[in-house]
T-cell receptor, first 114, second 112 residues
């Protein structure tokens, strides 16, 4: 079945460092791809999304490009801040018989230290 | 402000007791969802509802029940049949089942 794989955490970076969180997926069709962020003790928030190949999603300095040839959607940020410390989930959305099912990866915990 | 509320934030129950988790949204969304989150794992879908008075089982529905009597509300009951109920439960909603999901803040359930 379809699935999402993320790099294992936790990831610890110094403030202003470059961030990459790898995400690869397996899908039979052409899913939409998402990155969600979860701050401690809170629910998930949509960070960015891409709906077709070569689309680039971006928000709050984060970017990810939908790469169909490598089935990847890696999350990047040029300069992280302490406030970016959170768990990041890669996800895909695929059409089931009656709805778009969202499949989440296991999450990658990021800690940014001053 | 529009959004999704879940209550309570923390819930403790004795083993063998049923417990109901609340989820309310004022976004006028038709679709609502319940997910379970365990440490180090992604979210797993318990139930979803596309419209009032209709709901469907997700991947891990055993030991759970839901109702959708009002558009705004989608309560989840964790029954005594759920073998390992201690987890973080997240409710979400979307305009329709093909749109972006918005999440509530979650309820952490601990069964003692």
């Amino acid at each position: 079945g379809n699935s999402v794989t993320q790099m294992e955490g936790p990831v610890t970076l110094s403030e202003e460092a470059f961030l990459t969180i790898n995400c690869t997926y397996t899908a039979t069709g052409y899913p939409s791809l998402f990155w969600y962020v979860q701050y401690p003790g809170e629910g998930l928030q949509l960070l960015l999304k891409a709906t077709k190949a070569d689309d680039k999603g971006s928000n709050k300095g984060f970017e990810a490009t939908y790469r169909k040839e490598t089935t990847s959607f890696h999350l990047e940020k040029g300069s992280v801040q302490v406030s970016d410390s959170a768990v990041y989930f890669c996800a895909l959305s695929e059409r089931e018989t009656s709805y778009d099912k969202v499949i989440f990866g296991p999450g990658t915990s990021l800690s940014v230290i001053p | 402000d529009g959004g999704i509320t879940q209550s309570p934030k923390y819930l403790f129950r004795k083993e063998g007791q049923n417990v109901t988790l609340s989820c309310e949204q004022n976004l006028n969304h038709d679709a609502m969802y319940w997910y379970r989150q365990d440490p180090g794992q992604g979210l797993r879908l318990i139930y979803y509802s596309q419209i009032v008075n209709d709901f469907q089982k997700g991947d891990i529905a055993e030991g759970y029940s839901v109702s959708r009597e009002k558009k705004e509300s989608f309560p989840l009951t964790v029954t005594s049949a759920q073998k390992n109920p201690t987890a973080f439960y997240l409710c979400a909603s979307s305009i329709s089942v093909s749109n972006e999901q918005f999440f509530g803040p979650g309820t952490r359930l601990t069964v003692l």
